[in-house]
């Protein structure tokens, strides 16, 4: 189920993590809802999006680079910043299509990556389907320097914590 992953209409980094999530979570859930009218589901959309801050203090927003160019763009972009990492977790109950959604907010320190570190990394090519161009969990963790607030499965793409409990205000029975 494809979504608009398209971030030119948003200036908020929580906003659009959170609207995407929505999004995501809605177009799985409807086919689920067609298919079981009469069963509950619950269904978890996540998106996750990296800011920056440009020279004026706006968010730049980053979201999954579309070829290598970018990708090498958006990491010289993000060596030697603190920046942010935003997923947004969306949980709808099926078949009323109830939600509960909510952000996790990590800010990431990166050191000065080097010309060719970036040219390396593009080739290994982790960077595809990753917001920001880069991935915590593969070989850009050598980058991170320090995580604050969040927590590292935030950066990597799924608040775990935070999932667990919007599943549990869904009313979603426990994990066995």
């Known amino acids: 189920m494809p979504v608009d992953e398209n971030l030119d209409l948003f200036a908020d980094p929580a906003q659009a993590a959170l609207e995407l999530a929505t999004r995501k ?17 619950w269904v978890i959309g996540a998106d996750t999006i990296v800011a920056v801050a440009d020279r004026s203090g706006a ?18 972009s993000l060596s030697t910043t603190r920046h942010q990492v935003v997923t947004g977790v969306c949980v709808v109950r099926t078949p009323d299509f109830v939600r509960h959604a909510a952000v996790e907010r990590t800010w990431v320190t990166m050191r000065a990556i080097r010309a060719e570190e ?15 161009g880069y991935a915590i969990q593969e070989h850009a963790d050598c980058f991170v320097t320090r995580l604050e607030e969040g927590g ?22 426990p994990p066995h």
């Open 25 to 41: 979570a809605l177009a799985a859930a409807r086919p689920r809802a067609e298919r079981s009218p009469r069963e509950a589901w």
């Open 118 to 132: 970036v040219d390396a990394y593009v080739r290994s090519e982790e960077w595809r389907d990753k917001a920001g």
């Open 59 to 76: 968010w730049r927003l980053l979201g999954k680079p579309a070829d290598g160019a970018e990708a090498a763009a958006m990491l010289r």
């Open 152 to 173: 590292y499965d935030n950066v990597v793409g799924l608040p775990v914590a935070l999932t667990l409990r919007l599943l549990r205000e869904s009313g979603a029975p």
